[in-house]
Each structure stands twice: as C-alpha cells, then as structure tokens.
C-alpha cells in the first residue's frame, strides 16, 4: 500500500507540475502583443455588467481588451405604415376575410411597437457599455445584428469578419 500510495503521489506531482507549465504557457500567450482579445456581450443590461466586470477583472491582469462585440443586436425595423393607414380595428374582424390583411398588418404593427422596446431597451444597454469602458482608450464597439443562422462554417466566418470591417461604431 505504501508503495502504491508513492506511486501516486509521484504521479499526481508530475500532473501538478505539467499544469503549472500550461498555466505560464497561456499567460505568456493572453500578454503577447501578437494577442488580441475581443470582448463578446449581447446588448442586455446583465450581459453589459457581466462584461464589464470580466473586462476589469482583466485589467487588473494586465490584459487588455482589443475590441468589444456586441452580438445579436435586435435589427432596425423594416418599413411598416403607419397606422393611420388601418382605419379602426377595434371592431370585430373575425368573420370579414377582406379584413384578414388589416388584422395581419395590425399584427404586426403591435409586434413593430414590442420590437422598438426591445430596441430600446438594448441601446440603452450598449450605452452603460460605453459609459463602462469611457475610461480605456482605443476600444472599438462593433454591433451585429441578430442572424437568422448559426455561425457555422469557414465561409460564415470569413462573411462577418466582412461585416465587422464596417460596423466599427465607436
């Protein structure tokens, strides 16, 4: 048993010591000027805190943030009439199936007016993001919209990384 308790703890030590050298390994890498480091939130208020706070955590490192993505930002609003245009919808529509497209468009005029909240709701979130990160220079904010797929191939990399060339926002 002793024997077997030895082999172990010479085992476990060499285990030790091999993870210290990856630790160093990966810190000298995370300080290396061929290093960037990019920040990646989505415009929610908790996410922000959350990014912020790692983004300090990391100053205190000595780790500097290159760029800050804000991903799966809420797209602007595509055209929607006004409306005015509708006419009254407060009466009952359900057995007039001329009216189906004023029913369906003052659908989606409500889910524009939900949609403009939640927009607002994340600017208001990406300028705590700002406030947050006033005070460390040179840091681009990039904003993506929402994707209607996954990020899931080579090409999809190589089309945001395109977008991203131009969405630099401050």
């Not at 990406?126 to 460390?136: I, M, N, Q």
């Not at 993506?144 to 191939?153: C, E, F, T, V």
Request: glycine letters at 8%.
């Amino acid at each position: 048993l002793k024997r077997e308790v030895s082999e172990f703890a010479e085992m476990f030590g060499g285990l030790v010591a091999g993870l210290e050298g990856r630790a160093r390994d990966i810190d000298a890498l995370l300080r290396s000027d061929e290093t960037a480091f990019v920040l990646v939130t989505r415009p929610r208020s908790h996410d922000i805190a959350d990014a912020l706070a790692f983004q300090a955590s990391l100053a205190r490192m000595g780790i500097q943030v290159t760029a800050v993505l804000v991903n799966r930002v809420t797209p602007p609003a595509r055209h929607v009439p006004p409306a005015d245009h509708l006419g009254d919808l407060s009466g009952d529509l359900s057995g007039d199936p001329a009216a189906l497209p004023v029913r369906l468009l003052a659908a989606v005029l409500r889910m524009e007016e939900d949609m403009d909240a939640l927009r607002s709701l994340e600017a208001d979130a990406v300028a705590l993001l700002r406030e947050g990160l006033a005070d460390v220079r040179n840091v681009p904010i990039f904003e993506l919209a929402a994707r209607d797929i996954d990020i899931a191939s080579l090409d999809d990399i190589a089309e945001l990384a395109g977008e991203l060339r131009g969405a630099a926002v401050g």
